[in-house]
Structures are given as structure tokens and as C-alpha cells.
């Protein structure tokens, strides 16, 4: 059995946070939308320098799953934006979560998922929600499986593509 370890991240990290997020997100959603929206979306929205200045950004908190010493997945959560749907409870955003194409099924999203769930929890949150594309069937069932329902949608741009994500809660 694999066993998965979770660390945060930090700046030093940077770079293959950048790296990671590219390379899962291309291969979450490529096949599913036109390499014109693609190119678009990682060439103006998900650069290489973004992604790496979002590692530094007051409110974000990166984790890396690693499969011994090979990076297979990362999340991002995220402080800040408190949804009126909380009725002014607190909460904190899951803004990503992702495992590597061959690491898919091997428990990383569950050590990832199980992780944020335990920053959440000690920072004392109400709620921990996240934004899933609505066409993203694999994820949503993951979610579900994790307790999250829906509460809310908004849309979300590709390229030129204006797409739908729903947006999931769980109580904490």
C-alpha cells in the first residue's frame, strides 16, 4: 500500500507548486474543453509566475502530497472570502486540490482532503467550502463522499468559455 505524506508548503516550494498546478489542471480539464480555451487559460490566467507568487500571498496555505519522495498532489487553501450563505459563521476555501495523473485513486486526494479538514477544524472554522465545475463528475462524487452539498453556484472563465462551478460546503 502507498503511503501518502502531507507537507506545507512554503516559498522555497514555489516552483513545483507552480509546476503541479499546470501540469493537473491541463490534465483534469483538457480533454474536456478546446485547446484554444486551454492555451488561453494557461497562458494568460495560470502562468508559471502567477502560481508561484500565489505561494507567498498573506492567506494562502499550500500543502504537497508526496508518494515517498515523488510530489503527486498539492492543495491551496484560502482565507478571506466570507460567503453570505454562512450567515457569518467562519469558514476557509479549499481554492485547489489536485493529484497527479498516475496518483489518482492511490489516497492522495483522501490525505490531502483529511489534512485540510484538520487546519480547518483547529482554526476553529464553521465551514470549509470549495468551487467545483459542475461537469467535473469524478471530483463531485469525492466531494459528496466527503460530506460537502451544495449551497450555491458561480461562474468561472476558461479561456473564452464561460463555465459553470458549484460551489460545496461542509460543516465542520
Do not use: I, R
Given at each position: 500500500m502507498t503511503t501518502i505524506t502531507i507537507c506545507r508548503a512554503g516559498i522555497s516550494d514555489a516552483a513545483l507548486i507552480a509546476d503541479l498546478s499546470r501540469e493537473t489542471f491541463y490534465d483534469t480539464f483538457a480533454a474536456a474543453n478546446t485547446p484554444?480555451?486551454?492555451?488561453?487559460?494557461?497562458?494568460?490566467?495560470?502562468?508559471k509566475e502567477k502560481l508561484m507568487?500565489?505561494?507567498?500571498?498573506?492567506?494562502?496555505l499550500f500543502l504537497l502530497a508526496y508518494d515517498g519522495d515523488v510530489p503527486v498532489g498539492y492543495a491551496r487553501m484560502r482565507e478571506g472570502e466570507q460567503r453570505p450563505e454562512f450567515n457569518g459563521h467562519s469558514a476557509i476555501e479549499i481554492a485547489r486540490i489536485y493529484a497527479t495523473k498516475n496518483a489518482i485513486g492511490k489516497g492522495?486526494?483522501?490525505?490531502?482532503?483529511?489534512?485540510?479538514v484538520r487546519i480547518a477544524e483547529n482554526k476553529g472554522r464553521n465551514f470549509v467550502w470549495l468551487g467545483v465545475w459542475e461537469k467535473n463528475y469524478r471530483a463531485i462524487?469525492?466531494?459528496t463522499r466527503w460530506g460537502f452539498e451544495k449551497f450555491a453556484?458561480?461562474?468561472?472563465?476558461?479561456?473564452?468559455d464561460i463555465q459553470t462551478d458549484w460551489l460545496l460546503k461542509k460543516a465542520i
Open positions: 484554444q480555451n486551454m492555451t488561453k487559460f494557461m497562458n494568460e490566467q495560470f502562468t507568487a500565489e505561494v507567498g500571498e498573506s492567506g494562502n492522495v486526494g483522501k490525505a490531502l482532503m483529511s489534512e485540510c462524487e469525492f466531494y453556484e458561480h461562474e468561472f472563465v476558461l479561456g473564452d
